[in-house]
């Protein structure tokens, strides 16, 4: 069974700067597009940035300029660089990975999605 686990969120001061990693843990046979995606409270989930797996990336317009996303292969991760936080930037940050267990699958099914636990960032005023 293969999980994802995040780390790097907490409570920080607005103008500060979090890094969040997430890294597989388990056995994924390649892992397609890697993303972020956060929820605040009484809010739907919505999509952070994206990075795929030649190194293009997306962000939602209230990030570009302050968050930076990034993934290392071998390690099967990837990275959230926050900077400049603002009190809105509140919320339990998920990673998402969309892959493949296994050869066969990848051959013939399309990507699974794996998601985190999620990792809570606090921004203070």
């Known amino acids: 069974q293969s999980q994802l686990v995040e780390s790097g969120g907490g409570l920080v001061q607005a103008g500060g700067s979090l890094r969040l990693s997430c890294a597989a843990s388990g056995s994924i046979f390649s892992i397609n597009a890697m993303g972020w995606y956060r929820q605040a409270p009484g809010k739907q989930r919505e999509l952070v940035a994206t990075?795929?797996?030649?190194?293009?990336?997306n962000y939602a317009d209230s990030v570009q300029g302050r968050f930076t996303i990034s993934r290392d292969n071998a390690k099967s991760t990837v990275y959230l660089q926050i900077n400049s936080l603002k009190p809105e930037d509140t919320a339990v940050y998920y990673c998402?990975?969309?892959?493949?267990?296994?050869?066969?699958?990848?051959?013939?099914?399309?990507?699974?999605?794996?998601w985190g636990q999620g990792t809570q960032v606090t921004v203070s005023s």
């Open positions: 998402n990975f969309q892959g493949w267990r296994s050869y066969t699958d990848y051959r013939y099914k399309p990507p699974e999605d794996y």
């Open positions: 990075i795929t797996s030649g190194g293009s990336t």
